[in-house]
């Protein structure tokens, strides 16, 4: 799973140590052009550049199709460099090369950069304008900078990571809803319906492979869906935020469809959901701690009507 820009840049001193990194690999390869990028599904974003070769048309915020990009072909699992001394002569690359000759790259070093885990996040690269030899010290110090830098981010996932589900924690929605949350949005306050029965019969193991299990099928339901994310707010108490909808409508069809990825399980037990529902207008500038009352206080009605439903509030 691929870090979210909007995650990455909630991390602290992110830009600084961006630059960091660029200033160590322009001391090994001077004369080329440095950059930083990250890979979302299908795009390679241009997250920070040196300042070095600026006849290269590369930009930061610039965002690349993967099936565009010659970093999509670097080996990830075998953490391979991937080198092009002249892209104007390399065979491999003949569906690339008009697409590298309009930004002015004839020269080409790609570092893979991986969480600790394995986890895919982005390259290290060095590019120049013209073919360029590319020797392996070099290439092997490139691999050190950007081994230290996996090991940043892979601290900062942690910050924002729940342990047990992999979603996110409560940090990461405070921290959200500081910096990104202006926009407006709507609020799905989720809460297990039996969850309390399955740990006093079934032991805590049982409950955690549960509650594993919920938040597989959370993210499987949020998969189409771009910029809505999911948090474990604690205990069996889940957070689905999404971008403002457009209707109630939307919002009772959205509810409706989870509340069914979540009802049928093949167990012994049975489980449900039950949700309050909540949306913040882009205009208004409530807290947090308000938006959550109010979700808390639709979710007590859903309780009350009989559980497996949903209320707005």
Avoid at 38 to 52: C, P, R, W
Avoid at 182 to 208: A, E
Avoid at 222 to 237: H, I, M, S, Y
Avoid at 287 to 307: M, Q, W
Wanted: proline share 2%; aromatic share 10%.
């Amino acid at each position: 799973m691929v870090i979210p820009l909007h995650e990455i840049q909630m991390y602290r001193n992110f830009n600084e140590l961006a630059s960091d990194v660029l200033d160590l690999a322009k001391e090994i390869l001077p004369d080329k052009l440095i950059y930083l990028s990250s890979f979302t599904d299908n795009q390679q974003v241009i997250l920070k550049v040196s300042d070095a070769d600026t006849d290269i048309l590369v930009t930061e915020g610039r965002a690349i199709n993967l099936d565009q990009s010659v970093c999509n072909r670097i080996d990830f699992e075998k953490n391979q460099p991937l080198v092009f001394e002249d892209v104007s002569k390399e065979a491999s690359l003949d569906d690339l090369r008009k697409i590298y000759g309009k930004v002015n790259i004839n020269a080409y070093v790609g570092i893979p950069i991986s969480l600790t885990n394995g986890e895919k996040f982005g390259t290290l690269c060095a590019v120049h304008h013209k073919a360029s030899h590319f020797d392996t010290k070099s290439i092997s110090m490139l691999q050190k900078i950007a081994k230290m830098f996996s090991y940043y981010l892979a601290l900062e996932k942690i910050a924002y990571r729940d342990s047990l589900t992999g979603l996110y924690n409560r940090q990461y929605l405070f921290n959200f809803f500081e910096d990104f949350a202006k926009s407006g949005g709507v609020l799905f306050f989720l809460d297990l319906d039996g969850f309390k029965k399955i740990n006093d019969v079934n032991g805590h193991d049982t409950g955690d492979q549960v509650l594993k299990e919920v938040a597989s099928r959370i993210q499987h339901f949020l998969k189409e869906q771009a910029d809505v994310f999911a948090v474990r707010l604690g205990g069996d108490e889940f957070i689905i935020n999404f971008p403002q909808m457009s209707s109630r409508e939307e919002i009772e069809k959205q509810a409706d469809c989870l509340l069914n990825h979540l009802n049928a399980w093949n167990t012994p037990y049975q489980l449900s959901a039950s949700i309050g529902i909540v949306s913040y207008p882009a205009s208004e500038t409530a807290s947090l701690e308000t938006i959550l009352k109010n979700a808390d206080n639709a979710l007590y009605r859903a309780k009350a009507a009989g559980k497996n439903t949903f209320k707005v509030f």
